[in-house]
């Protein structure tokens, strides 16, 4: 197979009630360990890479990596472009060989969020690319995009059926409570609200900040009409652990192959562990 869109994906999960795990990757081990942890389970997988890391390992070696994935492995795999506040490098990406992105222009205000967001959406479509978008704001930082917790704010249903028409996106990223990164306090999330959108919006529901968030807690967003769910710092933490262990009992280890390969084999099981909660084992 080759990288597809989270269309499919996404409507399936929706229809039998489970969710897609997006991780985010930043080298070549950590999406061996996605790919492989996700074939393990036959779960489909969405590869989610920021521009910041984009810029890091460059969206041709992603794309390319991404699709050898692909080929190797029978299980639908999406290479998506998570928080991008930038058009013109959300365009670059689709031409990269992208098939799903997320525009964010969630700190704009709403009419400005409306107009970006529909330009891209009727971009991407064009490149059969799917479009995510965000509506309230999710806290916490992720790449240069930093939120402080007074300036988060929920997701109105209202407010986002309007924004769901309005801009014929593919997916909405709703803010019901989760932060980017590390929490503090145990995130209390706002399923009232996210049942009342599930029940108003046809889109597959996003959830974001999902790191941390207590699992009986996901597997309730899932029931309540999450399909997406981002996974960002708890596949980092382990990986920079075992590393940093490594290194403490080997210090004068240089192999890069020898102190990897615990890390990747700690983010392989989180990702086993992740696909369980989201429910996706044996959708492929
Ligand atoms: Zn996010």
Redesign the pocket.
Known sequence: MDIISTREMLLNAKKNQYAVPAFNIHNLETMQAVLEGAWEMKSPVIIATTPGTVKYAGMDYLAAMAKVGAKRYNIPIALHL??CPDVDFLKECIYAGYKSVMIDASLKDYEDNIRITKDVVEFAHRYDVTVEAELGV?GGA?DERKVDEKDTMLTDPQVALDFVKKTNIDSL?VAIGTA?GVYKLEPKLDFERLIKMNEMIEVPLVL??ASGVPSDAIKKAVEYGICKV?IATELKLPFAEKIKNYFKENPQANDPRKYITPAKEAAKEVVIEKIKICGSENRA
């Open positions: 998570d928080h999710v992720e990223a980017h974001h900040g981002n």
